[in-house]
C-alpha cells in the first residue's frame, strides 16, 4: 500500500496501514524490533528513536494501524487495557468526578474504586442507557464520563450520540471502551467519542495469546497528554507484543464477521431451547435496545448472555458438560469460551451491586468462536440435556 491518504476499506487498512515494507531489506512484514535502544549519530542527533520506552519501529506500525482502523489521527499502545486505563485517570486531579456506566467490566470497576478513588478521584456508577439519569449524575466537577457498549455482560446498549453530546455541553471527556464490538463494528469517534478504548488482549488480536490495550483519539491535546504518560508511567507493549497483534488485525474484519454469524444463530437457537430463560444478544428482535444496536453497530458481535433455567447448580452443571466450548474467563478469540460472571469475571463487584445488575448466579456468558456452527449448536445442545 503506498497512498496512506487514500480511502481504503477496513480489510486493506487493517493488512497495511503502518505497514509498508521495511526499506533496508524490502521485508514484507514489519520485523520485531527487539531493541531496548538506539545509536545517535551526534548527541541528540537520531533517526526519531531513542529509547523503547519512549517509542520502537514495531509499536509505531500497530499503533498506525490501530488508528487507521478506529478513523483516528492518534493511536497509543499499551501493555494491557488495564494500563491504558491507568494512564486516562491520570489526566484527571483529586476532586475531579467521573461518571462510569454501572454494569462496567469488573477490572475497570476495580481500578476505580480500589485505585483511583483513594487518589482523591470521585465516581458515579449510573444506568447510562437511561439518559436523564446520565444527564442528572453530572456535577460541577464531572470531567470525565466512561462508557462500555454493549455493556459486560447484560449487554444493554448506551447511546453513544447522545451520551456525547451530553458530555460536550458539560465539558466533560467522553471516553468508550469498544472492546466488545472492535473498530470492525463500532466506530465510537465517529459517533462524538473523545477517546476509544480498548482491551487488545480480546477481540483485536483474536488468538488469546497476548494481553494488551490501545487508546485512539482525534483530539491532539489529550493526545500529547496521553503519550507523556505511555512514556512516564512505561507500561508499553513488548515489540514482539506488538508483532503478534498486527498479525491478528490482519483477520480482523474476517474473524468478526465469522463470531457474528455464528452468534446470531446460536442466540436465535437458545432462545427456543426449552432448557433456556432468557437470552440476550444485542442482534435478537426480543433485545430492547435492538433498534439503538442497528444504528450504531454495523454489527452485533459474538457476545451472548443467557440465564439458564434453574439455579447455581443448573448452571454449574451445564458449564461441566461442555466440550467445545471452553469454561474459562476472557473473551473474543477465535475459540470459544463460556463462564459463569457472578463467580468467575464480576467476582469483584459487591453481591448487592451484582444483584441489582441483573448477574445472577443462573446468567452463563459466552465468547462465540469461529469454529463449525452446527459443532458448537450440538455441543451446547448436549450440555443443556
Ligand atoms: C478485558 C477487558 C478490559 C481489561 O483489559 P486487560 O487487557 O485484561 O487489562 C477492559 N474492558 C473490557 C470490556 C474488557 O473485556
Redesign the pocket.
Known sequence: MKNSDAPYQFGTLAIHAGQPPEPTTGAVMTPIFQTSTYAQKSPGKHQGYEYSRTDNPTRTAYQTCIAALENAQHALAFS??????DAILHTLKPGDHVISCDDV?G??FRIFDKVFKKMGIEFSFIDLSDLKKAEAAFRPATRMIWM?SPT?PMLKILDIGSLTAIAKRKNAISVV?N??MSPYFQKPLQLGADLV?H????YINGHSDV???MLATNNNQLYQELKFFQNAIGAVPAPMDCFLVMRGIKTLHVRMERHAQNAIEIARFLEKHPRIERVIYPGLESHPQHCLARKQMSGFGGMISFFIRGGLQDARNFLEKVRIFTLAE???GVESLIEHPAIMTHASIPAESRQALGIHDNLIRMSIGIEDLSDLKDDLNQALY
Do not use: M, P, Q, R
Open positions: 494491557s487495557g488495564l494500563a491504558t486505563t467490566y477490572g475497570t462500555e459486560n471502551d472492546t466488545f478504548v482491551s487488545i488482549t480480546k494481553v494488551g490495550g476472557s473473551l473474543g
